[in-house]
């Protein structure tokens, strides 16, 4: 079932009794865990990079590792992280990748980016939130944040693709996620 | 002008926690910052609660990404090299699954069991160290229950530590004259040989390095033989039954 049929936090249930079952090495929850995610997580890698060889090899370099590091996951530490954890270990795990072959995607730069991420009518709380409050820091952090966290570029990269110094770079980015930690915190 | 802090105190600064953390979620930290991050956040958990919470922040980022379908050989490759081919479990009950699916309830169970047997193979002895690791090791036979365990115990000192497997006395025990022990890394997957199990069935001291080897395995091996790929005869995932601080 497509996630977008489905409610936010019913998805991310789904997703979190799923891989507390991995974690016992459940193979069918593997398998539905697999249905459920793989189409999102491999859009995600596929946002970074436009070799889709590239791609479904490190999603496959990905679900290995759920498979096999799900014992990490903590559901102590909230709800949701599941689907955060696998995230961020697909993340990690295609950008090692990304890095080593420089199969870098030509990203578009910020508008439709934000055009994309800045839904007002989006439906997802969190999402709105993050949306607010990527909104109200200034221009130059939030672009940096968000083609950090989207396509995945490295600071120099990214310093070299807006034609920034580094050090401002990193700056605006301290800065940005300063603002963004206040302002979701309130 | 503050004083400069050394590897152990910069750690413990919270901004700089924090900082490290949300740098990691952003994934700009060098490849030897990110390896040293993530060699603390197995030992720190509240480390590892601020790489949850900035995931937490940033990862609806995420949420919007419209799906696209995988190619299919990603599925049929990973069951492949994780040793599930035999995976087809659509149309079968869990409940007929073997031991080694190791569903929902028949892992607690069979944990439970095998605490119990633990308690009753190594009695509680305020000179006996706990069980720190434990697997349960299954064939691909369809017996209901485990054929054997193995208990790892971490002695007082490296080098103290120690292996001890035991067979279950309710199922016919194979031979295991040429079977090699082996560990799978829960990192890389790599298959490391902790020679023949003969040596393990009483007590089997670990070098600090083996120590960690079982520490860090995703799962032990009964391998014929003594190369990686011979055919494996017994499987189990290694379970950590202390809290990670004693582990």
Redesign the interface.
Known sequence: MSSDLLSSSTWKQQVESLLGQVRLHHQPAFEKLYQLTSGKLYALILKMTPDRELAADALQESYTKIWRQAERYRSDLGEDWAWAWMCQLTRNTAIDRIRQTGRRRESPLEDSLLDHALDESDHWDERRDLNRCLQSIKPEPRQAIMLTYVYGFSNAELAEKLNTPLGTLKSWIRRGLKELQQCLQN | MPAKLNPAQRYKNPAIR??LA?QY????LSNRVKRRFETLLKTD?EL??E??QW?????????????????E???S??TQ??G?SE?E??HES?WQ?SWR????WQ?ATALLAIITLSFALWPIDPQVQPVNYLAVLQSDNNVQEPELVIAAYKGAKPGESHLHLQWNDRVESSSTSNLTLWTVS??T?EQVSLGPVSTAETTRLLTPNEWQLVKNS?ELLLIEGDSPDGPIRFRG?CL?LNPWNQA
């Open positions: 924090s900082h949300s979620v952003l994934a700009t958990p590892e609660r790489v949850y995931q937490n922040r940033l990862h609806a980022m995420n949420d919007n990404l419209k799906e696209q379908s995988p190619p050989r990603v599925w490759e990973l090299n994780l599930l995976l479990v659509k869990w699954r699916s190791l569903s929902l892992s829960r990192d997957g995703a995932p950590q």
